[in-house]
C-alpha cells in the first residue's frame, strides 16, 4: 500500500533513446509534481499537474514532456536522452493547496543514467 | 524570488552529541510554508515538518525539535542525542505559490549529517 510509487526504479539507457517513468498515487491528492535531483543532490521542480492540468512548467526542454492521464498518475516522457539528463527523478503529490501549501509526499525516486 | 540557504555543507558528529542544522530563507510573501526532509541513504525523501509563518512555536517531535524564527528569517532543525540511523541528507524548503494554486517546493542544498557510533 505505497503512497507515492514510481516504476522503474533504475533505468540505464544509451543517449538519444526515448524513455518514460511512471508514478502512481493512492492517497487522492489533486496535484502531482515531478522533480528533478541533479548529482549534487539539488532538488528542482520541474511540472506540477492538477487534477489532470499542467499547472508548473519550469525552464525544462521540451525533450520532457509530462503527461496526467488522470489525477493519479503522473508520467514523464523524456525525448531524445543527453548526458545531462542523468539524474534522480522523484514524483510527488499533494492535496490541493489553494494557497495553502500542502505537504507533497514524494516517490521513492527513478536513478536515470544516460550512457 | 525565494530562497533557501543551508550554510553547512556536511557535518559529522558522535553517536549521542546534540546537532542543529540551519536554515535561513528569503521571502516577500507573508504567508509561506516552511518543511524538512530527510533522506536517508537509501534515497527516498520522508517529510519531517511543515510549519507556516504564523505559527512561531517551537516544535518538539522526540529527539527532533525545531526552531523558527522569522525576526532571522531561520528554522533551524536540532536532533538530540543523535543516533547512526539519524545520518541521512536533510533538506530544508520554502513553498511558494504559483498560478493556478498549485505550489512548488523550493529546496535548500541541504545538509548531509554522519553520525559515527
Known amino acids: 500500500d505505497t503512497a507515492v510509487s514510481q516504476t522503474p526504479k533504475y533505468l540505464v539507457t544509451q543517449m538519444g533513446n526515448d524513455k518514460s517513468i511512471k508514478c502512481e498515487q493512492n492517497?487522492?491528492?489533486?496535484?502531482m509534481y515531478w522533480y528533478k535531483q541533479d548529482s549534487k543532490k539539488f532538488l528542482k521542480i520541474m511540472f506540477s499537474y492538477n487534477n489532470k492540468e499542467l499547472i508548473i512548467n519550469e525552464t525544462v526542454p521540451n525533450r520532457f514532456s509530462p503527461k496526467s492521464p488522470d489525477k493519479a498518475h503522473l508520467n514523464l516522457h523524456i525525448n531524445s536522452l543527453e548526458l545531462g539528463d542523468s539524474a534522480v527523478y522523484f514524483c510527488?503529490?499533494?492535496?490541493f493547496g489553494a494557497g495553502f501549501q500542502e505537504t507533497q509526499y514524494f516517490g521513492p525516486g527513478t536513478r536515470l543514467l544516460v550512457l | 524570488a525565494q530562497k533557501v540557504t543551508q550554510a553547512q555543507t556536511e557535518i559529522s558528529v558522535v553517536e549521542k552529541e546534540d546537532v542543529t542544522l540551519d536554515c535561513v530563507y528569503e521571502?516577500?510573501?507573508?504567508?509561506?510554508?516552511l518543511f524538512w526532509y530527510k533522506q536517508p541513504p537509501s534515497g527516498e525523501l520522508v517529510f519531517l515538518i511543515r510549519?507556516?509563518?504564523?505559527?512561531?512555536q517551537n516544535e518538539i517531535s522526540g529527539r527532533y525539535s525545531w526552531n523558527f524564527q522569522k525576526s532571522t528569517s531561520s528554522f533551524n532543525f536540532t536532533i538530540t542525542a543523535s543516533q547512526v540511523v539519524d545520518s541521512a541528507v536533510y533538506f530544508c524548503a520554502l513553498s511558494e505559490a504559483s498560478q493556478g494554486g498549485s505550489e512548488k517546493l523550493v529546496f535548500g542544498k541541504g545538509t548531509k549529517l554522519t553520525v559515527n557510533p
Open positions: 521571502t516577500r510573501d507573508t504567508t509561506y510554508y
Open positions: 510527488a503529490s499533494s492535496p
Open positions: 492517497l487522492g491528492h489533486d496535484t
Open positions: 510549519r507556516n509563518s504564523f505559527d512561531e
